[in-house]
């Protein structure tokens, strides 16, 4: 666990200020297409431009024109005069002592979101936002307490991926300013969860697109066994996630009874969790190999008794499944508190008697505000009468 101690903090801008060229940095394959035929490529040559910038985008990681020997000279040129490859602009970069960091973006409309690497000895997660804020209000989620500023879009989510390789220096022959914690291997970044700030389901398109990016075996190849989106429980898009995206699948589960998670997960009272489970057991390709993780925030006195723990095993009988405890992490002017460790391991043990191998997850960058439902930028949350009184005016 986390103490509290140095945090090294990074003012920005550490990436080259905002251009006013448009950035192709974060485009898919047909976005980046139509641009190039805006400054006059011939349609028969599209499809080799288009190849080359990917290799030099997502291969490389190269932030400028100049750096492309295959591209002649004089297109670099129109492409450097017209287009740019900048990534969202850190505002700040966080280290904590476990090696987590965070960062606060900026996107070009001014909006912050958030991005949250966690490094592990032979693996390192990123953990990516989906929307500026959430249109939920699930009790114990500081995101939850801001309001929905607007979607990203598959741009500024697969943006938070290349900043995140940049700034670990996990490109060829890259070097990481600040080694802290990252992994031994040779790819920093193994998986990517978005598990940041936002209901991905509810940003469906934009989420879809950006992990085909991710996940394109030409460029940055993460594949999609190693992305996993988590929900809140918007049912009717499961079923079609898996269809369209087929990324590995995470549940916010938090309670084995509706009245409870009608009051943890509001959304519970659209979608109870009988089908919720429908839903995961139709997931598209659930398998023992391919399992849905369901997530569980231990809230002290709330949802973590013995009883709680037994039943939980009990809904997910014949699904195949993971079961993923978090402790709560405080925040704020939060409600909870987080379960006693003794409590954690007690309710762990009757999950790991039912067959779920190593199933808390440890906190991590407590310290830095960068765990689970901590993230939250600038804009509050409004009260709904004020929402109302906006909307009236
Ligand atoms: N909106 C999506 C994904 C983002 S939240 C979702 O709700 O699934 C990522 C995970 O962190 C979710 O399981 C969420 O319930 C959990 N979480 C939110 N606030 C938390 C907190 N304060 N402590 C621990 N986990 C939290
Ligand atoms: Fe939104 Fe997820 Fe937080 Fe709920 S837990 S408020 S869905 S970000």
């Known amino acids: 666990m986390t103490t509290t101690a140095t945090i090294q903090e990074a003012q920005g801008p550490k990436t080259a200020r905002a251009s006013a060229q448009a950035s192709l940095a974060g485009l898919g394959r047909e976005a980046l297409r139509d641009r190039l035929a805006e400054i006059g490529i011939p349609e028969r040559q599209l499809r080799m431009r288009v190849n080359q910038l990917w290799g030099w985008i997502y291969v490389r990681g190269a932030t400028a024109f100049d750096v492309m020997t295959d591209v002649a000279k004089d297109l670099r040129a129109t492409l450097a005069e017209r287009y740019a490859l900048d990534r969202p602009q850190i505002v700040t970069e966080q280290v904590s002592v476990d090696g987590t960091r965070k960062w606060l973006l900026r996107l070009p409309d001014g909006k912050d979101i958030e991005t949250v690497y966690i490094p592990e000895e032979d693996r390192g997660t990123l953990c ?49 300013e600040d080694p802290t914690g990252l992994p031994s291997g040779e790819r920093k970044i193994t998986n990517v969860v978005l598990m940041g700030m936002g209901e991905p389901l509810y940003n469906f398109d934009n989420v879809r697109d950006a992990c085909a990016i991710a996940a394109d075996g030409e460029g940055l190849s993460i594949s999609k066994r190693r992305i996993t989106l988590s929900t809140s429980g918007i049912v009717p898009e499961i079923p079609r996630w898996g269809d369209e995206a087929g990324t590995m699948l995470a549940i916010s589960l938090h309670a084995v009874r509706d009245e409870l998670r009608d009051e943890l997960v509001p959304i519970n009272r659209k979608w109870p969790i009988a089908e919720l489970l429908e839903a995961c057991r139709a997931y598209p390709g659930l398998s023992n190999a391919k399992r849905i993780t369901f997530e569980y925030v231990m809230l002290k006195g709330v949802n973590d008794s013995i009883e709680d723990a037994k039943a939980l095993v009990r809904l997910l009988k014949r699904i195949p499944a993971k079961i993923n405890l978090i402790p709560f992490n405080p925040w704020p002017g939060s409600a909870y508190e987080c379960s006693d460790w003794e409590q954690i391991e007690k309710f762990a043990e009757v999950v790991n008697r039912a067959g779920y191998a190593s199933p808390v997850r440890s906190p991590r960058g407590r310290d830095i505000m960068a765990a689970c439902g901590q993230l939250k930028s600038a804009s509050v949350k409004q009260r709904a009468s004020e929402r109302l009184a906006g909307a009236q005016a």
């Open 128 to 176: 990516i936002s989906s929307q500026i804020g959430c249109t939920l209000t699930c009790t114990f989620c500081h995101t939850g307490t801001q309001r929905l500023v607007r979607n990203l879009t598959a741009q500024e989510i697969v943006g938070q991926i290349l900043l995140a390789r940049d700034r670990i220096g996990d490109w060829p022959g890259a070097i990481a």
